[in-house]
């Protein structure tokens, strides 16, 4: 039982470079949530999933898409990088809204 | 809106001594859930509590304690006889129970916790 991953853990990108992030968890969970933390300033949401098919914007969704083909999976994409998306991301995931969150381990994405 | 405030950006301790570290939060729904993660230095967040807003007993978990006061819009976490394992940055983190909330967890800024040797 792996709970929740996420690929790659390190990435660094150009400026207008894309990417995809995986995150993937094997609980059965309906929900799943991308943050990305920045120093001094927490944890905040990016998008959101409450299950297979749907997604939702968050506090900060601008610059950033998602997908949930499948349930076990959050893909997060990034179009087009900027310096101002350097930052760790987190994808965590729960059996339903309110329930405990679990995290996955982060990316740490640096933009140059 | 929801928010939640944690206005101690660095804490810093000798081993042994008590700290505690605030949590201030802002809600209108009258059902929310408050959480505590821990963020090693490793880098993952570490659950260490979940409260419903109608539970206000003070919880207390070995060396860890929490107390809720809705009255005053706080869930501050005390550890008592600090280690140096306890450095780490500590989040305090709020969902309302509201029907379009779906699970969102609004986070505070974090609190660094250093404790010296």
């Known amino acids: 039982n792996a709970g929740v991953t996420q690929t790659p853990k390190f990435r660094v990108l150009k400026t207008g470079q894309s990417m995809t992030l995986l995150c993937a968890q094997d609980?059965?969970?309906?929900?799943m949530y991308w943050y990305r933390q920045d120093p001094g300033m927490g944890l905040r949401l990016i998008h959101y999933?409450?299950?297979?098919?749907?997604?939702a914007k968050g506090e900060v969704p601008d610059g950033y898409n998602v997908s949930r083909l499948k349930k076990q999976n959050f893909l997060l994409g990034l179009e087009s990088a900027a310096p101002s998306q350097t930052s760790v991301y987190f994808c965590?995931?729960?059996?339903?809204?309110?329930?405990?969150?679990?995290f996955g381990p982060g990316t740490r994405l640096t933009v140059t | 809106a929801q928010k939640v405030t944690q206005a101690q950006t660095e804490i810093s301790v000798v081993e042994k001594e008590d700290v505690t570290l605030d949590c201030v939060y802002e809600t209108r729904d009258t059902t929310y859930y408050l959480f505590w993660y821990k963020q090693p230095p490793s880098g993952e967040l570490v659950f260490l509590i979940r409260r419903n807003s109608f539970d206000e007993q003070n919880e207390i978990s070995g060396r860890y304690s929490w107390n809720f006061q809705k009255s005053t819009s706080s869930f501050n976490f005390t550890i008592t006889a600090s280690q140096v394992v306890d450095s780490a940055v500590y989040f305090c983190a709020l969902s309302e129970a509201g029907g379009t909330s779906y699970g969102k967890l609004t986070f505070g800024q974090g609190t660094i916790l250093t404790v010296h040797p």
């Open positions: 965590a995931s729960s059996l339903r809204a309110h329930r405990l969150q679990y």
């Open positions: 999933s409450v299950g297979e098919g749907t997604t």
């Open positions: 609980m059965n969970h309906e929900y």
